[in-house]
Nanobody, 119 residues
């Protein structure tokens, strides 16, 4: 069994910063891709940033230079450092990981963590 859990969301003032964490646990042999997505009410989830092979990163254009994705591969943990946050970025942020559990590759989603940017 593989579990993926996000944490670090909460209330932050406009212009503030927040760091999200995503950890995978269980029967993990390898992680191919770790990514952050966000979802607004009534909208589909959209990619924010992802990292493949623990090194190769890909960012959505609208967060380049503002957000930073990183990993601690030894801990199977991914982070998203979010700076200069705007109210429009209020959303539920989800972690997605492509994990090999010894049987095969599977996609795993976390439960989501809410980020609210407000004064």
């Amino acid at each position: 069994q593989v579990q993926v859990v996000e944490s670090g969301g909460g209330l932050v003032q406009p212009g503030g910063s927040l760091t999200l964490s995503c950890s995978a646990s269980g029967s993990i042999f390898s992680i191919r891709t770790m990514g952050w997505y966000r979802q607004f009410p009534g909208k589909h989830r959209e990619l924010v940033a992802q990292i493949t092979g623990g090194a190769s990163t890909n960012y959505a254009d609208y967060v380049k230079g503002q957000f930073t994705i990183s990993t601690d591969n030894a801990k199977n943990t991914m982070y998203l450092q979010m700076n200069t946050l705007k109210p429009a970025e209020t959303a539920v942020y989800y972690c997605n990981e492509v994990v090999h559990n010894g049987l095969g590759w599977s996609n795993y989603w976390g439960q989501g963590t809410k980020v609210t940017v407000s004064s």
